[in-house]
T-cell receptor
Framework: KNEVEQSPQNLTAQEGEFITINCSYS?????LHWLQQHPGGGIVSLFM???GKKKHGRLIATINIQEKHSSLHITASHPRDSAVYIC??????????FGQGTRLTINP | GAVVSQHPSWVICKSGTSVKIECRSL??????MFWYRQFPKQSLMLMAT?????????EQGVEKDKFLINHASLTLSTLTVTSAHPEDSSFYIC??????????????FGPGTRLTVL
């Protein structure tokens, strides 16, 4: 069993739908990243959070430290949101442990 | 936001040659830089961690003599793939961590370098 599990692995939705991607982890962490990787390969850090909730535009990330669970939500999804979303937890001082990613496709 | 650049973005080379990839933090000082490798449809795998001015720490299974890492300054790290072979073909991503304005310690990723060894 991976230390960081994401679900679903693949998600296809229609434009405008509300999207939720989940991340569960089994190790102690100091913080958690949500990353976005587009088909070209470049990775963008969307959020880094260690408690509570953060919002940026149509993106919302929440984390529950007690339950070792985080969610990434996308409101009013758009085809340009199509990408791979990766959850990564920070163990110790700096080591990142990555989930396997969720491939999101938003159809027009 | 802070930016991390990589150069080149892609490279094709012949088997046996060496390839150098640069990673720069453009508007912050990166106390730590990380090098990752990603094979198609797989997650990132950490290869090594480097702190400015000291030797890199390699992950288990990564040959330090094959993947030479130099972190000479707080804004530049290089990864040299020596005597590259087709099995080294991959997507190499660097990441830089540093303290930004406001005192937050954050980590940013470069756009990646696609290496193809013929």
């Amino acid at each position: 069993k991976n230390e960081v599990e994401q679900s679903p692995q693949n998600l296809t939705a229609q434009e405008g739908e509300f999207i939720t991607i989940n991340c569960s982890y089994s190790v102690g962490i100091s913080a958690l990243h949500w990353l976005q990787q587009h088909p070209g390969g470049g990775i963008v850090s969307l959020f880094m959070l260690s408690s509570g909730k953060k919002k940026h535009g149509r993106l919302i990330a929440t984390i529950n430290i007690q339950e070792k669970h985080s969610s990434l939500h996308i409101t009013a999804s758009h085809p340009r949101d199509s990408a791979v979303y990766i959850c990564a937890v920070i163990q110790g001082a700096q080591k990142l442990v990555f989930g396997q990613g969720t491939r999101l496709t938003i159809n027009p | 936001g802070a930016v991390v650049s990589q150069h080149p973005s892609w490279v094709i080379c012949k088997s046996g040659t060496s390839v150098k990839i640069e990673c720069r933090s453009l508007d912050f000082q990166a106390t730590t830089m990380f090098w990752y490798r990603q094979f198609p449809k797989q997650s990132l795998m950490l290869m090594a961690t480097s702190n400015e001015g000291s030797k890199a720490t390699y992950e288990q299974g990564v040959e330090k003599d094959k993947f030479l890492i130099n972190h000479a300054s707080l804004t530049l790290s290089t990864l040299t793939v020596t005597s590259a072979h087709p099995e080294d073909s991959s997507f190499y991503i660097c990441s830089a961590r540093g303290v930004l304005a406001g005192g937050y310690n954050e980590q940013f990723f470069g756009p990646g370098t696609r290496l193809t060894v013929l």
